[in-house]
DNA sequence: AATGAATGAGCCTTCATTCAT
DNA sequence: CATGAATGAAGGCTCATTCAT
């Protein structure tokens, strides 16, 4: 029927789609959610306005899949990190290192926020957002659960110690916004360290 | 006419430019900085949109002026707390306990990250925003050295460990947002043990 | 409190409003309601686009109040035809003249037809429109009721009558539109005469 | 290559005409003439949006295809009846009641409005609508003419009340908009009364 | 000081039409 | 002929800010 290559153009559709996402989030990253409109966002993907309307419904649906895609992608990591045989410490740390080195990963908090916040947000997009990050929760209690049970974890409730070490995370993350110098360095040997039991009040 | 009317007429001025703040501090964490307009401001204030205008600059204004509040008070707040004689995890505790506590605290977090992002406002905003945030960082540094002296607290630069409670204390409160359910509760005493030195490896 | 006279302000205001509505139905007897948008009404009004929104929540609101205010017109010039001592066929001869004289009618039938049909407009409007059209019906066929009592007006269901009266007269109304000539007089007269009963069938 | 290709082609182009006209006038009748675009249409007929420009050059000159086929479909079903042998007032009733029993009528009537007073429609266009409306005119006259003669049909000028029939039948066919409940029953026997001389003031 | 009507720029979104494939 | 991605011009609506009263 098509005279065109239904197959390459489903593909093309899908590459598209990924390089608005990502255009979108190196907008936000670099303006701010509150600015980033949609102008903008089809500017930096080199399209026109109408056109990111053929791939996206709405600026909502947009951010609503930024935010999807880096939570999912996020969620897969963690879950990846909790199969493999390591010590828990070190998947912290380089869960961590990883997560700060990526100058678009404050984004994605700053997101989550906006859409949790603003009223005008689809109801059903904030319980969705919600629901995966509490997801997200629980492979890093797994991993907290086996450091704790190899004794290099500090006790407590480790969904608990999860929450608290993601916290932080997003907390530190936030405060290397672009244009914004803090006068003190992230390490993260320093940040697993607070979750980590103390050599000599582990149990023999 | 008289000097006392001036004075008196001074005050009222100063009243009402607080009862906007707290106004305003009120729409933000009840609709989202995004949704927090000017009418809406005014409206909470009790007063109409072209009044707010004789005590504020612009929107703006007020924002920044409701951070800078946020920040002085919160600033004194540690600053008192450093002086106080009590042990250096109790006051960790009731900084803790007391910041969980209050719902609007979110509202100042949301705003430190919209006014640092959003590129209209104002960089000098920016920056002074940075500039006391950092500097509000000292009396928590402090608190942490004299727990390090006293030996409860876990050992590192003690600005970089104050950096990192202030961090997860705001990470927290995001996870606070108004009408999001967080599965997980927040304990002050949890958190302080993180930053606690264990009773079993402390120097004699 | 305001230094301005409030009872002046809120009289300015529904005089604001009932321009606004004029101004609309102006246009959209000039234009079409297809071609009629806000813009041209503010200018028609002599307003800015902004302000039109300071009076009207939006487009749908302003079409539904001009349609509104007409059907609302006009069943109460029915109503008040019906309570008059005047024999039916003349009643009906007066309304159908003033009907037809009025150029901005069609408007009004086209404007019910547009808000019945278009999809995107409020049910809940449209269920007005279609109330008010049904109670409209009442009145005139009262008036159908007692031109058969006096045995002037054709037999049959005084509703039907006059719905089809009222048809009539849309229909009519319709070929009215502006720039579009059709080469056929209308005669109040001629009309009434279709729901006549005549002279020499009628009961003695 | 052959002739017989080009004229099977030419039929398939022209078949391809009218099923695009069928969708549209579907479309048309589902979502009103104001949501009726080309995605929608083209969907309908399952072809795509482009393809459907190799058989109309516009929205409009679709629009203005599907008023003019219906017009002229009208137009020869009247003159049909004309030439019957049947009494005039068997006419009309066949004319009115196949008229309203087509649910897709009132989208002509509407369109016929739309044409007409749409300023951004070409002027030909709505000069021809109006041309055609009126040439309908003569059949639906001479049928009064008949009736006339017969003595069935009330005086008057058969074309003013051609004319008046038309109008009543559009007025009501207005009334029949899709999900739009009228508590009263349309009759064509109480429509062709209106319009028949009564027996007992016939001429002898 | 107090009011809120007025302004106008800017944002999101739609859609008729074109065009490379 | 067939496709649907791409364009760009409107249109509806919001809102910070101003200003006459």
Same mark, same amino acid.
């Given at each position: ?55 996206? +419904? ?14 999912? +992608? ?9 199969? %493999?045989? %390591? ?34 947000? +689809? ?5 969705? !957002? ?19 049970? !190899? ?15 993601? =916290? ?25 360290? %607070?979750?980590?039991?103390?050599? +000599? =009040?582990?149990?023999?």
């Amino acid at each position: 029927m098509s005279p065109r290559n239904v197959e390459k153009d489903q593909l093309l559709r899908e590459t598209r789609r990924e390089h608005i996402l990502d255009c979108a989030l190196q907008v936000i990253a670099k303006q701010g959610i509150d600015s980033a409109n949609v102008k903008d966002i089809a500017k930096e993907a080199g399209l026109s306005v109408g056109n990111v309307y053929n791939y996206f +419904n709405s600026k909502d649906d947009i951010f609503s899949a930024v935010l999807q895609r880096g939570q999912i +992608n996020y969620g897969r990591k963690i879950s990846d990190h909790a199969l %493999l045989e %390591l010590d828990a410490r070190d998947k912290l740390h380089e869960i961590c290192e990883s997560w700060i080195a990526t100058p678009e990963n404050w984004a994605f908090t700053i997101m989550l926020q906006s859409i949790r916040t603003n009223e005008t947000v +689809n109801p059903e997009l904030r319980e969705a !957002a919600t629901r995966r990050f509490t997801a997200n929760l629980e492979p890093m209690a797994e991993i907290m659960r086996q450091g704790q049970e !190899a004794g290099v974890i500090v006790e407590g409730d480790p969904k608990q110690l999860a929450f608290y070490f993601v =916290s932080l995370i997003q907390g530190l993350t936030l405060q290397l916004a672009p244009g914004y110098e803090i006068p003190v360095s992230i390490q993260a040997k320093t940040i697993v360290r %607070l979750f980590s039991q103390p050599e +000599n =009040s582990r149990k023999k």
